[in-house]
């Protein structure tokens, strides 16, 4: 079992429970920082002194208290923490559950786990703690299972980026069906505009078209 963890939270609510939780696992050294600057300062502290963090904890949202922060969610706090010391474990344990950005966090930034903020979060934390602490398997909290193992994936084509560029640049489904059109691309009229927008906003847990756009973005795709 893990004997040194960090978590950053800056709920103090949410922080007893973990320390509940953490207290049942006999977890000997548990530290709590509320922000993410000074979590990374405190892994350097503690890699120089020669005790290591063997896990993280962390949110991905963060409160705005007007503390001058340089890193202000816990996705960029990951992010730094995988260029300096890419063999730390982290498990996010977070309210958020969209599925690009869960899985932006286990592909790319190589987390080892997701724990959902719901009514067995705190259970699910356990399980996942013990789960990282003795194997190299991936936890994901149950009801997030789809977000990484989704149950039927499409492929996203030369006419879906198009149809999105367009969208970014504010153009309605009818001007975007005349330039399909002047373009010779198809399909090109409006229902099947409509029909693809419905399938992509669907994959990417879009709310709304400007939201598809935003993910779109936030890939690389446009």
Not at 53 to 73: A, M, R
Not at 181 to 191: A, D, L, N, R, V
């Amino acid at each position: 079992m893990l004997e040194k963890i960090l978590v950053v939270e800056d709920f103090d609510v949410i922080n007893s429970g973990i320390k509940i939780a953490l207290d049942e696992l006999n977890i000997k050294q548990v530290d709590f920082i509320s922000y993410c600057d000074e979590a990374l300062l405190k892994i350097k502290k503690a890699n120089l002194d020669g005790k290591p963090y063997q896990l993280v904890i962390s949110d991905l949202s963060f409160k705005n208290d007007g503390t001058p922060q340089e890193l202000n969610s816990g996705d960029e706090l990951i992010e730094k923490i995988r260029e300096e010391f890419p063999d730390l474990k982290i498990i996010v344990f977070s309210v958020e559950d969209k599925s690009y950005r869960i899985q932006n966090l286990y592909k790319n930034l190589k987390i080892q786990g997701y724990v959902w903020k719901s009514r067995n979060g705190l259970k699910e934390l356990k399980n996942a703690i013990k789960i990282v602490s003795s194997s190299d398997q991936f936890y994901i909290s149950p009801d997030l299972n789809v977000a990484i193992h989704p149950k039927k994936t499409i492929e996203i084509t030369d006419f879906d980026i198009f149809i999105i560029d367009a969208l970014s640049k504010g153009l309605v489904q009818e001007a975007i069906s005349k330039n399909l059109k002047e373009k010779g691309m198809s399909p090109s009229s409006i229902s099947a505009i409509e029909k693809r927008l419905k399938i992509l906003k669907e994959h990417f847990n879009a709310n709304n078209p400007a939201h598809l756009v935003a993910i779109a973005k936030d890939f690389g795709l446009i």
